[in-house]
């Protein structure tokens, strides 16, 4: 029982007894004293005893005691046992809610973490990627280009050669229809060079 | 039929029982204790009941809920300390209501009974003015009668209050019983005089008309006596409670 529902009073042993002196006494005067002023009350309708009034006090102050101490006592523990528990399990069901939300909410961090660190792997795969793609696409477009000079290179020796062929060819074709021509042969050393001086002021269309 | 309404229970009863005088001091006393046999049997009861976590027992569900009630009742009228006065109040409301029920059933009942009713009040009022003087000292429950603080020549005045109040409180204990008295003793003789109406024709007009007010009756005087006690304590003890919280705030600062 709490503090705050002990009783002020009198203990209970000196209770009986006053009450049982009171029971014992009221009784007496009930059936032995009569006052005057009282039975001039009984006679006018109003049946008082004060022999009568005196046992039930000390009946009172036996019963307050004796009551308390059987019934009341055990009822107030149940009910205060029983508000603890409930008060307990409540306590506990909201210790378990701020549990379950606290890991609630480090599963949340937790999972956000995850994914701002997923997000930027990505990001990164995602650079990466991109920055590989740049570097190969400058190395082919590098490569072509080494391609397309190399090929013009061997296309215009390939040209300088075959003009130079056709050039022999020319000069060949020529002092052979000018020999023809003349009946002798002019296949001199001088004719040569005199015509390979003249092909080369001569312009050939490419 | 005839005979059972003169002879049968109080709200069956004839104008003879309306006349017959008070029961001695043995009868009272076997009222009593008839009625100390019902609380003490349903007490047993509700006792069993007590073992388990939710009281399934409806009797003890019952005195759970008439303790939550006083509990309320002493808490709401007297201040937090007023806890340690439950016991007392359920006493008196146990007794007070068992006895008026029996009062229903019966020709006579303790709380019909001026002198049991006196008895009951001189212990509520004493006990009132015992917790005054534990709660103020006996001059500072003394001060509480002479009302507000006067000087002059209006200390006269003082004295009248004094005068008036020590009549008032002594008027509680007349109070309290003659209503207790009244309601109960009074409810008898409306139902026997109604009874007496329809005794030639066979009908307990009491019984019919009255009863449910009785049982009202029961319930309400039970409560105010109470209620009126938890009032008195709360008079003489609450400027304690308030001295106190307010040391203990100042003392919190």
């Known amino acids: 029982m709490s503090n705050s529902q002990k009783s002020s009073g009198a203990p209970p042993a000196l209770l009986y007894v006053a009450g049982l002196v009171l029971m014992v006494g009221g009784t007496y005067a009930s059936l032995n004293l009569k006052i005057e002023a009282i039975e001039k009350l009984n006679e006018q309708g109003l049946p008082l005893d004060l022999g009568k009034t005196v046992a039930v006090i ?106 130079a062929t056709i050039r022999t060819h020319v000069v060949d074709l020529t002092l052979a229809a000018a020999e023809k021509v003349i009946g002798e042969n002019m296949d001199t050393d001088k004719n040569r060079r005199l015509i390979a001086e003249f092909m080369d002021t001569v312009e050939v269309a490419s | 039929m005839d005979a059972f309404l003169i002879n049968g229970p109080s709200i069956f009863a004839s104008a003879d029982a309306m006349s017959a005088k008070e029961p001695s001091i043995w009868g009272l006393g076997a009222y009593i204790a008839f009625v100390l046999v019902i609380l003490l049997v349903l007490m047993s009861y509700a006792k069993k009941g007590l073992s388990v976590r939710v009281f399934k027992n409806p009797v003890t569900s019952l005195f759970e809920q008439l303790y939550l009630f006083i509990e309320n009742m ?135 008309v009255l009863l449910l007010i009785k049982l009202l009756t029961c319930l309400v005087q039970a409560l105010i006596f109470t209620m009126l006690t938890c009032v008195y304590l709360s008079l003489v003890t609450h400027h304690s409670e308030d001295h106190a919280e307010e040391g203990h705030t100042a003392t919190a600062h």
């Open chain 2, 74 to 208: 002493c808490v709401s009228s007297i201040g937090q300390h007023g806890r340690k006065y439950i016991p007392m109040m359920m006493v008196f409301w146990l007794m007070i209501f068992v006895g008026n029920i029996v009062a229903l059933l019966f020709p006579f009942a303790p709380t019909a009974d001026l002198s049991f009713n006196l008895g009951m009040a001189l212990i509520a009022v004493c006990y009132v003015q015992y917790e005054g003087v534990r709660a103020n000292g006996l001059l500072g429950h003394l001060k509480h009668f002479t009302g507000p603080k006067l000087s002059g020549a209006m200390v006269a005045i003082s004295g009248l209050i004094f005068t008036i109040e020590i009549i008032s409180e002594l008027m509680k204990n007349v109070s309290l019983s003659l209503r207790l008295y009244g309601n109960i003793h009074g409810g008898h003789l409306a139902v026997e005089a109604m009874n007496q109406l329809g005794n030639k024709i066979y009908v307990p007009l009491g019984v019919l």
């Open chain 1, 58 to 163: 000390g009946v009172f102050l036996i019963l307050f005691p004796a009551i308390k101490s059987f019934f009341l006592n055990p009822l107030t523990e149940a009910i205060e046992t029983r508000n603890h528990q409930l008060e307990d399990t409540f306590s506990e069901a909201e210790n378990l809610r701020a549990e379950m939300h606290k890991l609630r909410t480090d599963y949340e961090a937790r999972l956000a973490e995850t994914e701002a660190e997923a997000r930027f792997q990505i990001q990164n795969q995602i650079k990466e990627a991109q920055n590989l793609r740049q570097q190969l696409m400058t190395e082919a477009a590098e490569r072509a280009d080494a391609l397309v000079r190399q090929a013009q290179m061997e296309i215009e020796q390939e040209k300088t050669q075959a003009i």
